[in-house]
């Protein structure tokens, strides 16, 4: 059976990616608790993650689409030919 998956790089880039983000909005946190810094630095890893959930999650549906309409296009094909 086939499955539709991201590529390995892909994912090792989203792992490190989100993973940034997420230590960097803690340590964002952090600073804002303890240091009492401007709370407007937390939006920065909140952007990070947005976009990168965004752009996967956008970019793996559309290529599904394509692959799905693709497969119904090649399978009609294969059904109009034999009869």
Known sequence: MATFRMNQFVIVFMIIWLGSAVVGFFVALGLVLIEDLNPFII???II???FGFGLMNYDF????KIAIEALEMILKAEIQSTL
Not at 61 to 64: A, I, M
């Open 61 to 64: 549906n559309s290529e599904k």
């Open 43 to 45: 939006i920065g890893p």
């Open 48 to 50: 990070m993650l947005i």
